[in-house]
Structure formats: structure tokens, C-alpha cells
């Protein structure tokens, strides 16, 4: 039987000087596509001028061919985005991306329709002209008098803002499109998606959430049955880990795998169920190797990471035990004081705003995992941790 698809259309309002973050909305469409729309029975069409325009003329200027084909005011989310330039002068606004942007709130006023979502880029800029500067002034005056209903968020760069937006657009697709009808994301993969029989009596209904329920007690992620429709033949990594996703790192030798892992579930647990974590779907904690850890680092490079284990056994510990901080500076390597006269080690280190790393290991198994513990116990530990990683802004 088809499925009935809910067809959402987003429409991209920026001036030229945007042009990656730009195609980033149509990648980010794509991997939702490809995981939390599909999930939901949705799908995103992204509408840009520079795809969708033709050539022509208009007594409006480009202006007036442009809005019939993006069509703000039927659009069902309206993505804007600014850096140091404002744009051409139209008309009725003082560019094109302002004219669009307030099409969308005039709509909106109407219908509460149109979802705007305006992004504004704090990268360092410095104005080399007074034409420069004049853009720049204009931005800052838009964003000065934002409309006193909006909220827009800043970002600081490229890889920032394509996690920002699909975090955003998961959220808004979750909570004010989604409807209460059970989603193929919240639901136990078919029979034949995990490559079973079911008994004989059986349903293969009741047999996938048996079988799911019994891997989630005994595998080491407890979300697989919500990770396999977003990961199964797409391995797009991105469609479940972001900048918030915390990665636990544990060495790849038997004893690492026997003893280190025990502790590394343990606050992946933790932090699964934080009470921060409950709205947002990519704040959780994800457990992996240290070989995985410098093997992905094109993944999972500038997220909040704890390693588990000693340098021994963990390449990651044994790169925060070499690591040698400035004299003055309060980060590197600790002792932590543990029950029974025992001694573990802890690290921080972490780089301006990005998320923090840490390590937690002791010369043996039990030391460890009673550096874990202390570390989920104390307040200056995972609690202030995750505060660093979940940070706004």
C-alpha cells in the first residue's frame, strides 16, 4: 500500500555572499529525506531562485519574476540567511532577501504560516570600502529590528550552520508537522528488515519488537531500533550524530573491550537520560573505539568526547597523557581521590567555545570504573560537561 507523503516546501532568502550555506539547505533537505522526513511520512522541496528563476523581464524589475516562482506566501518554511551583505535594492525593500523575508512575515501574520528561520553569520568581517561597510550597516540594522515575535539564531561557520539547520528542521518537523499517529522512526523494523523468520504462531510484528527489545538489552546501543531506518543503506553518520552528540571513546583490545566498555555505557546511559537530552535527538552519547575515533575524524572531530581507559589500552588517553598544557593554563592531566586509597587520573582540555574533552582512566579496570563514577557523581563533572556541550550559541 503507498504511502501518503506530506509534501513541506522551503524557500532560501539570502544575498550573494552566502552561496555555500545556500546549497548546504538542499543537502541538509536531502539527508532528512533520506531519514527523519522519510520516518515521518514527510518530504522537504528546497526552492532557491538561482535553480528555480528563468530569464525574462519585469516591470518589477527581477524581483517581480522571481516571487511568482518561489511563491513565499504558499511556502511552508522560509530559511534567511546573512553574513556582510544585505543585497540589491528592489522596489519596496532595501534588497531582494529583506523584500522576501518580509513577504513571509506578512504571511505569516495572516496564517501563522510560512516557519521563518533567520541565520545570521558572526564570522570576523572587517568592511575594505564604504560600499562594504553600507552593506554590513544594513544588516545590522535588519537584525537590530528584528520583528519583536521572531527569535534568529547566530552561527560561526559553514559546518555550524548545517548542523544548526538540521537540527532545527528535525525539531520543527517533530514538533509542529508531525502528528500523533506512530512514525516509522518510533517503530520496530519489519521481519524482513532484520532477516528473520517469525514462529511458528507468531506475528512478525511481535516477533521484530521482541527481537529489538532483546538487542537493546544486550548490544551496546540501546537506540538501534531508531538508529536502523536513519543509518540501514545510507550510513550517512550525519543523520544521527551532530555537534551535541557526546562520543565515548574505549581502546580496542579484549581488555578494553571486557572491562573499559562496562564504564563507557555506563555514561553513555547518563547521559541518554539526562533530562537535557529528552527534546533533542542528537543529544546522546555514542560509544566507539579508539581506532574509530581517529579512522572518523571527519565525523566526529569537534564533538564533546570522553575517553575511558588508560594509555595502555586507549590511543586517545594515551594522546591526553602526552598532551603538554601552558604553564598557567588549568587544563591537562588531574589526580582524582577514590575510595579504598585509590588513585584516578582525569584530563580536560578544551579550545575556545568548542565542546570539551576528557579522560577518565586509572592503572587498572576497577580504578577506572570508579573514575567514572566519580566523575557522573560529582557536580563539577558530567553534569558541568554536558553544560558545556549543550551551551547555546
Not at 300 to 311: D, L
Request: glycine letters at 8%; one cysteine or more; proline letters at 7%.
Amino acid at each position: 500500500m503507498a504511502q501518503n507523503v506530506t509534501l513541506l516546501r522551503i524557500v532560501v532568502a539570502s544575498p550573494g555572499d552566502v552561496k555555500d550555506e545556500r546549497k548546504l539547505v538542499q543537502q541538509v533537505a536531502d539527508e532528512l529525506n533520506r531519514g527523519t522526513a522519510k520516518d515521518l511520512g514527510m518530504r522537504l522541496e528546497v526552492s532557491r531562485w538561482e535553480t528555480d528563476a528563468y530569464p525574462g523581464f519585469h516591470a518589477d524589475g527581477p524581483q517581480g519574476l522571481i516571487d511568482p516562482i518561489l511563491n513565499i506566501d504558499e511556502c511552508d518554511i522560509l530559511v534567511g540567511i546573512f553574513w556582510k551583505r544585505f543585497g540589491t535594492p528592489v522596489k519596496d525593500a532595501n534588497s531582494g532577501t529583506e523584500h522576501e523575508i518580509l513577504r513571509a512575515y506578512e504571511a505569516w501574520q495572516k496564517k501563522k504560516r510560512p516557519h521563518i528561520m533567520v541565520y545570521f553569520k558572526k564570522k570576523p568581517y572587517e568592511p575594505r570600502s564604504r560600499v562594504e561597510l553600507d552593506q554590513w550597516g544594513l544588516v545590522l540594522d535588519f537584525q537590530k529590528n528584528f520583528p519583536k515575535e521572531g527569535l534568529w539564531w547566530p552561527y560561526a561557520a559553514k559546518s555550524e550552520f548545517r548542523d544548526l539547520l538540521r537540527r532545527h528542521l528535525e525539531q520543527l518537523l517533530r514538533n509542529e508537522y508531525h502528528t500523533n499517529q506512530p512514525s516509522p522512526a518510533l517503530s520496530k523494523p519489519g521481519t524482513a528488515d532484520i532477516g528473520i523468520s517469525p514462529p511458528k504462531g507468531g506475528s512478525p510484528t511481535s516477533m521484530s519488537r521482541a527481537f529489538l527489545e532483546q538487542m537493546s538489552k544486550t548490544m551496546s546501543n540501546p537506540k538501534y531500533a531508531d538508529d536502523l531506518p536513519r543509518l540501514d543503506r545510507t550510513y550517512d553518520r550525519h543523520a544521527v550524530i551532530n555537534k551535541e552528540t557526546v562520543i565515548i571513546v574505549v581502546g580496542t583490545s579484549i581488555i578494553a573491550e571486557l572491562l573499559d566498555r562496562s564504564a563507557a555505557e555506563l555514561l553513555r546511559d547518563h547521559i541518554d537520560q539526562d533530562q537535557r537530552a529528552s527534546q533533542y535527538a542528537f543529544r546522546r552519547g555514542v560509544v566507539i573505539t579508539d581506532v574509530a575515533w581517529y579512522a572518523e575524524s571527519g565525523v566526529v572531530a569537534e564533538k564533546g568526547v570522553i575517553s575511558v581507559g588508560g594509555p595502555a589500552t586507549n590511543k586517545l588517553s594515551a594522546e591526553f597523557g602526552a598532551w603538554k598544557p601552558e604553564p598557567t593554563s588549568k587544563m591537562g592531566s588531574y589526580s582524582i581521590a577514590l575510595p579504598a586509597g585509590r588513585t584516578g587520573t582525569g584530563f580536560y582540555r578544551r579550545y575556545g567555545r568548542k565542546p570539551p574533552q576528557v579522560g577518565l582512566w586509572g592503572p587498572d579496570a576497577t580504578t577506572t570504573r570508579q573514575a567514572v563514577e566519580h566523575y557522573i557523581k560529582n557536580d563539577a563533572g558530567l553534569h558541568a560537561f554536558l553544560d558545556q556541550c549543550w551551551e547555546p550559541g
